[in-house]
């Protein structure tokens, strides 16, 4: 992925209750064994592609506010976190973290912004490569072309794993939850190539309220130099 260690917020987005470290290690393990499906399971697979597909298709926008925990192979913490997101479909997002560290992330459909205010600097990715090496950005797509790069599995009916086809991939593997019976989703987690865990929890899930259409815009800031990638 084309994002550093800070930048991960945005293949990292939402999240449930904060997992312990012994269901951490276990989950790790089993993201990391690879896939294989049978010509028994394609239309078992399919079916359950099919139905997080229409799960998602619910959520024409939302707001949120997450806890971030990040932790290493081994299940050590690294890191916690704090800020809001914004979705809107098609491929809209503002992820603001607002602590420890503050930092801007916005698709605004055509490019992704990452504002950096401690080092001053901007950065900007085409949002079609973004989307290809991002799995998070799913959940402001529908496009069945996007999908493609990507296999499901699931756990139970409100636990759902998506996995890169592509053995290069810097994001492994994504993991979303969702509450029981109901298509709000509650909580993320993201397993990156070196095996590192970001964990999300979701608060005040909002899909009543759109969110405004200005916090899709990005406005570049005075005095910051632009690391322009696209």
């Not at 499906?37 to 139905?51: H, P, Q, Y």
């Not at 991939?169 to 993201?190: D, G, P």
């Not at 909002?206 to 969110?211: C, E, Q």
């Amino acid at each position: 992925m084309i994002f550093s260690l800070k930048k991960t917020a945005i293949v990292s987005f939402f999240s449930a209750m904060i997992l312990g470290s012994t269901h951490i290690s276990s989950f790790a393990l089993q993201l990391n064994d690879p896939i294989t499906i049978t010509s028994n399971s394609v239309n078992e697979t399919k079916l359950i592609k099919s139905s997080l597909m229409d799960k998602l298709a619910t959520l024409e926008f939302f707001s949120a506010e997450f806890k971030q925990q990040v932790l290493d192979a081994d299940g050590n913490e690294l890191q916690n976190a704090f800020g809001t997101i914004a979705v809107k479909k098609p491929n809209l997002v503002n992820w603001k973290t607002a602590e420890p560290d503050e930092s801007l992330i916005i698709s605004d459909g055509s490019t992704l912004w990452f504002f950096d205010p401690f080092v001053e600097q901007v950065s900007a990715y085409l949002l079609e490569k973004a989307l290809m090496n991002t799995p998070i950005l799913l959940l402001t797509s529908s496009d069945p072309a996007l999908w493609q790069h990507y296999s499901v599995s699931s756990v139970d009916e409100n636990n759902y794993l998506i996995h890169a086809n592509d053995n290069n991939a810097q994001v492994k593997t994504l993991e979303l939850r969702f509450k029981s019976s109901s298509n709000e989703l509650e909580s993320f987690t993201i397993l990156d190539a070196s095996g590192q865990l970001s964990l999300f929890k979701l608060s005040k899930f909002d899909v009543i309220n759109s969110p405004e259409t200005s916090l899709f815009t990005f406005k570049m800031p005075e005095g910051v130099e632009l690391d322009d990638q696209r």
